[in-house]
T-cell receptor, first 113, second 114 residues
């Protein structure tokens, strides 16, 4: 079974631009979560999508948004990029039953200059 | 609110020595607990998890962890460290279900000396 895939793996953007990251979950997984990883703040939850609906959200500004498609693939968008948005963005998928673990993709490394 | 504290941002052991990585959690509901490992430039890989039942949980690569409710701890151990264990380890807690997002500790970087 193929794992979680994320594209692109690396991205360099300029302050003020916007960016879209993509995540394809493991087949059959309906839940997709996004996390931001930085050296200073560690791993922080962004949001979770389940059956095309956002059902859980972390404490991030509205510049961070996402969506999920009917095939469970998900995208996250960051508008008006700031230098502090430079991070590794990790996507994780799950069957979302009680106690189920999340399976992580390799991440997208975003650098904002 | 849930939170996770990992004691020691860096731990160094000799090859063949015991590995002990500490994790304490705070949760108002019975938690689901996880340990993940991250190798450089990679995503997170699940080592083991505790949901219910047996409090001693065995995972991959010889790791195990014990859930101690009275101490609100979920420490990760391995009897004998290998060079390939050098990585960063994250403890995480979840409420499960629709609140299934993971709350992570800050991570512990494990170094293994030859």
């Amino acid at each position: 079974k193929a794992g979680v895939t994320q594209t692109p793996r690396y991205l360099i953007k300029t302050r003020g631009q916007q960016v879209t990251l993509s995540c394809s979950p493991i087949s059959g997984h309906r839940s997709v979560s996004w996390y931001q990883q930085t050296p200073g703040q560690g791993l922080q939850f962004l949001f979770e999508y389940f059956s095309e609906t956002q059902r859980n959200k972390g404490n991030f500004p509205g510049r961070f948004s996402g969506r999920q498609f009917s095939n469970s693939r998900s995208e996250m968008n960051v508008s008006t990029l700031e230098l502090g948005d430079s991070a590794l963005y990790l996507c994780a998928s799950s069957l979302a039953r009680l106690g189920d673990e999340q399976y992580f993709g390799p991440g997208t490394r975003l650098t904002v200059t | 609110a849930q939170s996770v504290t990992q004691l020691g941002s860096h731990v160094s052991v000799s090859e063949g020595a015991l590995v002990l990585l500490r994790c304490n959690y705070s949760s108002s509901v019975p938690p689901y607990l996880f340990w993940y490992v991250q190798y450089p430039n990679q995503g997170l890989q699940l080592l083991l998890k505790y949901t219910t039942g047996a409090t001693l949980v065995k995972g991959i690569n010889g790791f195990e962890a014990e859930f101690k409710k009275s101490e609100t701890s979920f420490h990760l151990t391995k009897p004998s460290a290998h060079m390939s264990d050098a990585a960063e380890y994250f403890c995480a807690v979840s409420r499960g279900g629709s609140q299934g997002n993971l709350i992570f500790g800050k991570g512990t970087k494990l170094s293994v000396k030859p």
